[in-house]
């Protein structure tokens, strides 16, 4: 598989879009009026404990306050009977820690069962109070009418390593399967941070695959100096009273070169000079192997024109996409899930119904796994597949759409289909979907997808004006305004129930038309 980067930059925003055989597969916008949170390191101030919910609300200084759940907190320390001394001189470790200069607790270890202590057995108000400072990272973006949510267990990515402080966990990326391999990363960084006397956890990302020690090497350089300036700042604001901003995740473009490009990625292509100039020095430094492909396109058409990416951004933003074949799934976004109902259409080329059926719905596992990359859709999402008889077909699927989700960069899990023929399936979400980012909420509709008809807005004028004669007895005259739609309505159609209601009233009804008004919008002015 070719994949290509292209990297767009106006003064408005930046947009990453990544290419897989020429195919959009993901997007990711950056406006610089609202810049992301995910990956930023502040020191918040709790607002207010939760008890009921285990859960604190804390300002970091944004238009929302944050939410932060016990169980996203790190472990609390606690006394553990005193251990022998040899037991004391194996875990010494743990208990001297650059964290210290922090007051940040390392995780706590019993000595005699090693059993970890786990944070969700502390509740959060022995843990925390109002007005408490605390270092927290934001796991999640704000999305929609929710804060942003936060973790204390503090992480800094690099191009293949994440450091964590506040844990002693080595782990390598599911996405490396070789167990020789998996055994050499671990052995390597188990040896390099006693080498360098690097207190806390690592973790080795998919691209630490195949990395010579001594690139790793260098990685954890990087994140110990970054670790020890973040602990200075810390320290250095501490005496203010304001939430303050202590690190600042990377710009989308340099993120998108730390943590998109790979071995099969061919070209960057970046369409401006300042910023190709920055991820060439980036590059250089911190993937080197990317460098040569790095291309700043100058042509005077727009570089996502050339490649038809505007065209499949706005074809994301629809409910309906097309299969090749003539089915069609439709997309349907709600605040509590996403649901994705998948039809034959056009679609009548299988040997029997049976068949048919099953072609139409391999060939969605393969479009709904690009939409949910290419959209950004997270949380609860329902698939319904049309309904399938045989029992190997129904595995046949479901193998599918499981091996096209191993591309997805998101985690997912997924459930059998169920005998109403659904997949239910969880997808993380860190950030807004594409729609939430680039749309808002219709203001004819409010969101609801649909508004009354004429009709239906015609009887309602006729029971207000009912309503308001019972009511006043004084007017001699209604005028009612309304969208022209209507109006026309009660000219025409409705002429008769209008002159019926004038004899029964004995009052006249004259209409007025506002323009500026949605169909469902009307006033009676009484004369």
């Not at 202590?117 to 843990?127: D, E, V, Y």
């Not at 200075?232 to 005496?239: D, F, M, P, V, Y």
């Not at 700043?296 to 097309?322: G, I, M, N, P, W």
């Given at each position: 598989m070719s994949e290509e980067l292209l990297i767009n930059i106006s003064p408005m925003e930046s947009r990453v879009a990544i290419l897989d055989n020429g195919i959009l597969g993901e997007i990711y916008i950056e406006r610089h009026h609202k810049l992301g949170l995910v990956g930023n390191i502040y020191l918040g101030t709790v607002v207010r404990v939760l008890p009921g919910m285990q859960a604190a609300f804390v300002d970091i200084g944004q238009s929302r306050t944050a939410f932060l759940h016990v169980n996203d907190m790190q472990r609390e320390p606690r006394p553990v009977k005193k251990a022998p001394d040899t037991a004391k001189n194996q875990t010494n470790?743990?208990?001297?820690?650059?964290?210290?200069?922090?007051?940040?607790?390392?995780?706590?270890?019993?000595?005699?069962?090693?059993?970890?202590?786990?944070?969700?057995?502390?509740?959060?108000?022995?843990?925390?109070?109002?007005?408490?400072?605390?270092l927290v990272q934001v796991t999640k973006d704000q999305l929609g009418s929710k804060g942003a949510r936060l973790t204390t267990n503090i992480s800094l990515p690099s191009r293949y390593l994440v450091y964590l402080p506040s844990s002693e966990h080595i782990g390598i990326s599911q996405r490396i399967d070789g167990e020789e391999e998996r055994n050499r990363l671990k052995t390597e960084l188990t040896s390099l941070m006693q080498t360098v006397n690097l207190k806390g956890?690592?973790?080795?990302?998919?691209?630490?695959?195949?990395?010579?020690?001594?690139?790793?090497?260098?990685?954890?350089?990087?994140?110990?100096?970054?670790?020890?300036?973040?602990?200075?700042?810390?320290?250095?604001?501490?005496?203010?009273?304001?939430?303050?901003?202590?690190?600042?995740?990377?710009?989308?473009?340099?993120?998108?070169?730390?943590?998109?490009?790979?071995?099969?990625?061919?070209?960057?292509?970046?369409?401006?000079?300042?910023?190709?100039?920055?991820?060439?020095?980036?590059?250089?430094?911190?993937?080197?192997?990317?460098?040569?492909?790095?291309?700043?396109?100058?042509?005077?058409?727009?570089?996502?024109?050339?490649?038809?990416?505007?065209?499949?951004?706005?074809?994301?933003?629809?409910?309906?996409?097309?299969?090749?074949?003539?089915?069609?799934?439709?997309?349907?976004?709600?605040?509590?899930?996403?649901?994705?109902?998948?039809?034959?259409?056009?679609?009548?080329?299988g040997r029997s119904l049976e068949d048919t059926v099953y072609k139409t719905n391999l060939e969605a596992t393969h479009a709904i796994a690009r939409q949910l990359r290419l959209r950004n859709l997270g949380g609860i999402i329902i698939l319904d597949f049309i309904d399938m008889l045989e029992q190997q077909h129904k595995d046949d699927v479901l193998e599918s759409l499981q091996s096209q989700l191993t591309q997805d960069y998101a985690k997912t899990k997924i459930t059998q289909v169920s005998e109403l023929g659904l997949v239910e399936m969880t997808r993380k979400r860190t950030r807004e979907s594409l729609g939430q980012q680039l749309c808002e909420p219709c203001s004819t509709c409010q969101g609801r997808g649909f508004v009354k008809t004429a009709e239906t807005v015609c009887f309602e004028i006729f029971r207000e004006i009912m309503r308001c004669a019972r009511t006043y007895n004084s007017p001699k005259k209604f005028t009612v305004v309304a969208h022209a739609a209507v109006i026309d309505?009660?000219?025409?159609?409705?002429?008769?129930?209008?002159a019926d209601l004038e004899y029964l009233l004995g009052r006249v009804i004259t209409f007025d038309v506002e323009n500026l008004y949605t169909q469902e919008q009307y006033d009676i002015v009484l004369d």
């Open positions: 470790g743990a208990t001297e820690s650059i964290t210290d200069d922090l007051d940040v607790p390392p995780p706590i270890v019993n000595t005699q069962s090693t059993e970890v202590i786990p944070a969700s057995k502390t509740l959060i108000q022995h843990r925390l109070h109002e007005s408490q400072r605390i956890g690592l973790i080795a990302r998919t691209a630490a695959e195949r990395v010579p020690v001594d690139k790793l090497e260098e990685d954890i350089y990087y994140l110990l100096q970054l670790w020890r300036t973040i602990c200075a700042r810390r320290q250095e604001i501490n005496h203010h009273q304001s939430s303050e901003l202590i690190y600042q995740e990377l710009a989308l473009p340099l993120r998108s070169i730390r943590d998109l490009v790979h071995a099969d990625t061919e070209k960057v292509i970046i369409d401006n000079a300042q910023i190709y100039e920055q991820v060439r020095y980036f590059a250089k430094e911190f993937v080197p192997f990317v460098y040569d492909r790095i291309v700043h396109y100058t042509a005077e058409q727009s570089l996502f024109d050339v490649h038809r990416v505007e065209d499949d951004l706005k074809d994301a933003l629809k409910r309906r996409v097309d299969l090749k074949s003539g089915g069609y799934l439709i997309i349907d976004q709600t605040e509590a899930m996403t649901t994705i109902d998948v039809n034959t259409g056009s679609f009548v080329g309505l009660l000219l025409t159609s409705e002429s008769d129930t209008v």
